[in-house]
């Protein structure tokens, strides 16, 4: 084994070349200026240039779920790191595989209040799959790639490593070893066998299954989507998937039913509750997907395949877990489905499906568009429809616009979807764009945002002015937090406690302050132009839309009910849609 | 499927790179998932491969106790979690040194109790004993209600340090 030795910093760069980085998202500062002076002297890693910490991260989430390799943040000590916090949550939430490299004073410094000194490994303890404090020079190399290692193995996860500055200084030996083997993490990705044909069985014998998949399913890669389509299309089953999971299953298909869970369809969550036998796939019984939890699909036989054992039986008690990898599981279970010559019980599936179709004339997304006043879910069908020969990744931030999202945009394929589902981190979509379209610089990328979350991040507008990145952000302008205005409408008596989004900017002036392009928008027969002008632009653009400012997202789930108790529409006034018990749920 | 809803108790042995951070991951575990810890011990079994042991005595119902065992695997560091209360018989001690201060009376009953509960007397002044007491919680429990009227002053616990019944290592 080749040994050379280097400075700290250029061992931190020379690891990320081996790991094949090629961008970098930070932010610089004192105790991480060896690195960036190293950055300054090569050309095989490009830096991006945030405008804060958070942003740093959420665009390394972008660039990792978009792409399936990991994204990589640079931030300096103490307030950089700290700011960090947020992203690192919610890439943990997600299970987003991010290595984010922090400055750190340096080790003789360490404990005493130094300038720039925060307790970075133990602050992000908790919001990270693993951290480093790396103490000793001899232990760089081999940190920076267990690192990466850890973030992209097993779940993925952000790992966080946090470099001294002598350390970064110090020369020290780099091993050209990419490869780790790590002697307690050794995550399993083969599913058991015979668990596997336990579970065929089940599933050759349901009268009403579903298939209920996650983003385990993305996180595990293309070839994991492909098998679950594949297995899918075996077997007949109609498909559900979580916020998490779109674009697992092609969202144009016959046998998907849409998203579940608060915000899912009728279909979606109707089949789920009368299922017999479920079959979950990389997803994990989040909150927001099973309702009640005593009525939670109560007649069901529950297979889990998921990688992280401790996933199983957290919320529900399920009857079949298979530890392992997606792709590898499904892939086994194709095998096993074919060669023992199990069917599909044709005529109860035929009955099941006729059932599902019921479900599905009910029509739970329609809305009505008049000729003057744009509704919100009418903008995402038109952005949806007006796309569809792009290549095209959509971000979301986090409210009603968000869930429009999921249920009036469709997806094909996978790692189209970028979403903050598990921490919902208003801010996220904007940067995370960002980081999407430095790894596909000739997509179409949109943020479909909320006049209040994008105004979290919005001085990433300089970012992508300055690189060129043509990202669009497309606001669902109803000058309210919407979402929140929702819950306070179904809990509150209407009472609209700082919901209203007051003091809003002119956002076509703010675009074109940062030198990006503004387009605001008024009239349903505006709207069509308005996003080919968008499209045809190739700079970063900001779209304004004035759409009703009283929508409210349906069909809802209230908290503390059921899947079969869904709320179609607006509840008449008086009525008590969420009983004691679901209103301290969040 | 349905799962117990009875409160367990469990003993788990945890075997543990012996570096920093290590305990403040585990306890950090518990208090944010909020978990119980009953008791908790820790020391390097292993010099050379710098591995430490962690004792934890924990309750919660089944699936609570599953989730645990879960959650603690997912710990980069760690490298074996075992429940030692459902993989068979083991055998758990711990160590107390308790402080007694009387005179009279209170103290030769101090010195009986201690002797039928195979307690050494590990110091002593003219009105006062430390006893060392080892052996199962319940008893050192029981023997620590009974100093309470003959005048308990202090009272250090190791907390459980537990193993498995026979050949097998972990
Ligand atoms: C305002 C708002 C509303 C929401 N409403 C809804 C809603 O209506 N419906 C909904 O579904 N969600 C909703 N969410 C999102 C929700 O909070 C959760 O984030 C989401 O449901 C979790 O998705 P998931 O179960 O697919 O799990 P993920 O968080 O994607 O977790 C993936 C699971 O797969 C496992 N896994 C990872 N990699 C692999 C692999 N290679 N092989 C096998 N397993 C793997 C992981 O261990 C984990 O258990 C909402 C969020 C917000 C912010
Ligand atoms: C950082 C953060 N703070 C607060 C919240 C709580 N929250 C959820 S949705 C929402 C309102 C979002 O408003 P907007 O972006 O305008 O979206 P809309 O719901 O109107 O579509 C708020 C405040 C959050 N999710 N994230
Ligand atoms: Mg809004």
Not at chain 1, 274 to 289: E, H, I, K, P, Q
Not at chain 1, 522 to 529: A, I, S, Y
Not at chain 1, 541 to 551: A, F, G, N, S, Y
Not at chain 2, 136 to 165: N, Q, Y
Request: proline share 4%.
């Amino acid at each position: 084994m080749a040994q050379e030795t280097m400075s700290g910093a250029k061992i931190v760069l020379k690891a990320l070349v081996d790991q094949g980085v090629d961008v970098i998202f930070g932010y610089p500062g004192g105790a991480v200026l060896p690195i960036y002076d190293e950055l300054f002297q090569q050309n095989q890693i490009k830096h991006v240039l945030v405008r804060h910490e958070q942003a740093a991260v959420h665009a390394a989430e972008g660039y990792a779920r978009s792409t399936g390799k990991v994204g990589v943040v640079l931030v300096t000590s103490g307030p950089g790191a700290t700011n960090a916090v947020t992203g690192l949550t919610d890439a943990l939430m997600d299970s987003i595989p991010v290595v984010c490299l922090t400055g750190q004073v340096p080790t003789h410094l360490i404990g005493n209040d130094a300038f720039q000194e925060a307790d970075t490994t133990g602050i992000t303890r908790q919001c990270t799959k693993h951290n480093y404090l790396v103490k000793k020079s001899d232990d760089l190399a081999r940190t920076m790639h267990e690192a990466f290692y850890v973030a992209t193995t097993g779940r993925p996860g952000p790992v966080v490593i946090d470099l001294p500055k002598d350390i970064l200084m110090l020369p020290a030996p780099y091993n050209a070893t990419a490869k780790v083997k790590h002697k307690s993490y050794k995550p399993q990705v083969k599913g058991d066998l015979k668990k596997i044909e336990e579970a065929v069985k089940l599933l050759a014998n349901a009268r009403k299954p579903i298939i209920y998949g996650g983003g385990g399913i993305i996180n595990s890669g293309p070839g994991a989507s492909q098998l679950l389509t594949n297995f899918a299309r075996t077997t007949g089953f109609p498909v559900t998937l979580t916020l998490m999971g779109l674009g697992a299953y092609p969202a144009s298909d016959q046998q998907f039913l849409g998203m579940l869970g608060m915000h899912g369809t009728y279909e979606a969550n109707m089949a789920m509750h009368d299922c017999d036998v479920m079959l979950c796939v990389g997803a994990r019984f989040d909150d927001r997907v099973t309702g009640l939890l005593s009525a939670f699909a109560p007649n069901s036989k529950k297979i889990h395949i998921d990688i992280d054992p401790s996933s199983i039986n957290k919320n529900v008690a399920v009857d079949l877990p298979i530890i392992g990898d997606v792709a590898h599981v499904l892939e086994d279970m194709l095998k096993i489905w074919k060669s023992t010559q199990a069917k599909s019980d044709a005529r109860a599936l035929e009955v099941w499906w006729k059932q599902i179709n019921d479900w599905r004339k009910v029509n739970c997304l329609a809305f009505e568009q008049g000729s003057e006043i744009i509704k919100p879910q009418y903008a995402i069908r038109r952005l949806y429809e007006l796309t569809r020969g792009r290549e095209t990744y959509i971000t979301t931030e986090v409210g009603q616009h968000q869930m429009w999202a999921a249920q009036h945009f469709g997806f094909d394929k996978p790692n189209q979807w970028m979403t903050s589902g598990g921490l919902g981190t208003m801010g996220y979509g904007f940067p995370s764009a960002i980081g999407v379209q430095m790894a596909h610089p000739d997509a179409l990328v949109v943020d479909i945002s909320g006049e209040a979350s994008f105004m979290m991040n919005m001085q990433e507008l300089s970012t992508a002015v300055q690189y060129r990145l043509p990202v669009k952000v497309f606001i669902l302008n109803n000058m309210y937090m919407g979402m929140v205005r929702q819950w306070q409408e179904l809990l509150h008596g209407s009472r609209y406690s700082e919901s209203y989004s007051e003091a809003l900017p002119d956002f076509v002036k703010l675009a074109e302050s940062f030198g990006a392009v503004g387009i605001r928008v008024q009239k349903p027969d505006e709207l069509d132009g308005a996003i080919k002008d968008m499209m045809a632009v190739d700079r970063p653009v900001l779209m304004d839309i004035l759409v009703d400012q009283k929508e409210n997202c349906y069909p809802m789930i209230p908290s503390g009910k059921p899947h079969n108790q869904m709320l179609l529409g607006p509840v008449a006034a008086g009525t008590e849609a969420i009983a004691d018990e679901g209103k301290v749920l969040v | 499927m349905q799962m117990s809803t009875e409160i367990q108790c469990h003993t788990i042995s945890v075997l543990v790179d012996n570096e920093s951070g290590v305990l403040a991951r585990v306890i950090g575990l518990f208090s944010g998932r909020g978990y119980n810890i009953e008791s908790l011990t820790v020391s390097e079994v292993d010099p050379r491969e710098k591995l430490s042991r962690i004792t934890l005595v924990t309750s919660g119902t089944e699936m609570v106790i599953e989730q645990i065992k879960a959650q603690l695997s997912r710990l980069v560091p760690i490298h074996t979690v075992r429940d030692l209360t459902v993989e068979g018989p083991h055998v758990s001690r711990e160590l107390a040194l308790i402080k007694v201060a009387g005179i009279g009376e209170k103290r030769v009953e101090a010195l009986r109790i201690a002797d039928i509960f195979r307690a050494n007397v590990v110091d002593s002044t003219n009105e006062s004993f430390v006893f060392e007491i080892v052996g199962k919680t319940d008893k050192l429990d029981a023997f620590i209600k009974l100093m309470e009227p003959l005048g308990l002053i202090d009272v250090a616990r190791t907390g459980v340090a537990a193993i498995a019944r026979g050949s097998e290592g972990l």
